[in-house]
């Protein structure tokens, strides 16, 4: 195998479900490059893809279909803070959401659309019809933010931890809990572009 191509599988090792834009930056390698290396290794079962919202993702092969399509949202930074909001404070209103992630309510409802549609977040409405917004298995969103950003994962698992501990314990450090890790753990997220991406045909 050539030096560029176990680069480029060594990339999708560390990083799975980047996209293919990304793999050109990160490695600074020409795109026909980047392209004729991924069908090889895709050709050898080395590497899966799996094109999802106008991208194309790429993976090592241990992960399954579910996997793959959530950690792609993973890669989108809106996707990936309406989480960690949901991770902090539990189900949430959508405006509530939209606010503390700062974007407008149209574009948290492009990315809900598709974080409802993987089964990831759920909508749920009380008998006035108000909607409030819930993970759909915390841990299995830990579990893949970990695999995204191990550092981010394991800074709100310690959080969730404390507060449950405080619950335990009869609530009295619950609100001290919260305060302490809840200082922006979602803003030290950058993004592969390092921008938010707030449109639909964001790269």
Not at 2 to 22: K, L, Q, Y
Not at 53 to 62: A, F, K, L, Q, S
Request: negative net charge.
């Amino acid at each position: 195998m050539s030096d560029t191509r176990d680069r480029i599988r060594a990339h999708v090792a560390a990083e799975p479900g980047v996209h293919f834009n990304a793999i050109t930056r990160a490695l600074d390698l020409a795109p026909g490059q980047v392209q004729y290396h991924l069908r090889r290794l895709r050709r050898h079962d080395e590497v899966v893809a799996e094109s999802l919202y106008g991208r194309t993702h790429y993976y090592t092969p241990e992960y399954d279909p579910e996997e793959r399509r959530a950690l792609a949202l993973f890669r989108r930074e809106t996707a990936r803070d309406v989480l960690v909001v949901l991770l902090q404070n539990g189900p949430t209103p959508p405006a509530t959401v939209a606010s503390e992630i700062g974007v407008a309510r149209s574009t948290l409802e492009w990315h809900l659309d598709h974080l409802v549609e993987q089964r990831l977040v759920e909508k749920r409405r009380d008998d006035d019809g108000r909607v409030t917004l819930a993970l759909v298995d915390r841990e299995t969103t830990v579990r893949l933010l970990r695999v995204v950003d191990p550092s981010l994962a394991d800074r709100l698992l310690d959080r969730f931890t404390r507060l449950v501990d405080g619950l335990l314990d009869g609530g009295g450090e619950t609100r001290s809990a919260g305060a302490e890790s809840g200082d922006g753990c979602g803003a030290d997220v950058e993004s592969e572009d390092h921008q938010r991406d707030t449109a639909p045909d964001d790269d």
